[in-house]
């Protein structure tokens, strides 16, 4: 039985996240952990006694091991370049985890021995990856072969402003990773490594615009276990804003390197700057996903669409992102405490959606909170 829940990382999304867990599910102990001791004490105080604030340097994976100790269930919220070491940490610690970081690393060499303990981790449990890999595994069992599954996602500002036309609404060390590092296609049953940023291409959301979509590394574990001739995922931004990104690339601006001249890198400084600057808090959100998986169905072949535009909650206050994100890593948390995940072992998202009764319970969930997913289907040729 889950009792003691743990939250690795607790800012924005850990914030709605918590929340969520505290009015729906009923357990002894909520420890959230960060580095940022006030937000950490802002929660607490909103939430009430089940929740139990540590500021944790949790990048000294010592720190890790100690605070994972008593916990029956792991949220990872650490940034991407810590997700893994949380994941390690869990693994020898025989915890349970549902992971939303972004990290490069592959859970899945964690899998033999989440099964010989007995634990579930699922790995990118957000939005995207995340739900668009629930709605793609069960999308599949739809299909006795698959030919092409693409994602378009973003988030992004309802009313852009110059020059980048962006709106920070997650991890800015994580989106420049997303910008800048390679990314992992499946291409004529193939898994190759293209430049981010490539692949570029308009895509229309009827009644809201006309974006430009570019590959991302969002593959993720589809390709060990999505069966597709194509796989691929593109973020969604306003038009001209790739062409930006690759001029600071060009300049050295997302650079890694520090500079003899300075204490921190330029990759160091443009995270605090996006952070600060780039956040527009008073700004109003939208996130757009799109899933198109083709394939064929006996000899009919066929075109599942599934689509999910979700607006800024004025009423609560909470970003289209943050709903998306959190609401979705609550409806998998659900299922988990409530027994519903009967695999061990390394359970991608889209596996979880391959189970029918399970998919449609977070969907419902996630209904519930005015999150609608669109689908349809159509016969091609």
């Not at 060499?109 to 981790?121: E, H, N």
């Amino acid at each position: 039985m889950i009792m003691k829940i743990l939250s690795v990382g607790c800012g924005y999304i850990g914030s709605i996240l918590a929340e969520e867990l505290v009015k729906n599910l009923d357990f002894e102990r909520l420890t959230i952990c960060d580095r940022a001791k006030q937000n950490l004490e802002k929660i607490a105080n909103k939430l009430g006694e089940k929740v139990h604030p540590v500021q944790l340097d949790f990048s000294k994976y010592s720190n890790l091991l100690k605070i994972i100790e008593d916990a029956d269930l792991v949220i990872g919220l650490a940034p991407g370049k810590l997700g893994f070491s949380v994941m390690k940490a869990c693994v020898e610690k025989q915890k349970n985890l549902v992971d939303l970081s972004y990290m490069v690393e592959d859970p899945m060499v964690f899998d033999k021995q989440a099964v010989d303990s007995g634990i579930v981790i699922i790995p990118d449990c957000g939005v995207a990856p995340g739900l668009s890999n629930i709605l793609i595994g069960q999308a599949s069992t739809q299909l006795d072969e698959l030919e092409d599954v693409v994602v378009y996602v973003g988030g992004l500002p309802q009313n852009p402003r110059p020059p980048l036309n962006y709106k920070v609404t997650w991890s800015v060390e994580d989106l420049f990773e997303e910008y800048t590092r390679k990314t992992k296609i499946v291409k004529n049953h193939e898994l190759v490594e293209v430049e981010a940023l490539e692949g570029l291409e308009d895509v229309e959301f009827e009644g809201i615009g006309v974006f430009e979509a570019f590959f991302t590394d969002g593959v993720r574990t589809l390709h060990q276990t999505i069966k597709a001739k194509n796989i691929w995922e593109k973020t969604l931004r306003y038009k001209g804003h790739v062409e930006k990104i690759k001029f600071l690339i060009k300049l050295g601006l997302l650079s890694k390197e520090r500079l003899k001249t300075a204490p921190i890198s330029p990759w160091e400084f443009m995270c605090k700057f996006w952070t600060e600057r780039l956040s527009f808090f008073e700004e109003k959100d939208v996130v757009l996903m799109r899933g198109i998986i083709t394939g064929r169905k006996g000899s009919t072949r066929l075109k599942h669409i599934f689509e999910v535009v979700d607006f800024f909650d004025e009423k609560r206050n909470i970003t289209a992102m943050g709903r998306t994100t959190a609401y979705t890593a609550f409806a998998v948390i659900k299922q988990l405490f409530e027994n519903k995940i009967e695999q061990r072992g390394v359970i991608p998202p889209e596996i979880l959606g391959m189970n029918i009764s399970l998919s449609k319970e977070i969907e419902k969930l996630l209904k519930e909170r005015n999150i609608h997913i669109t689908k349809s289907l159509s016969q091609l040729e």
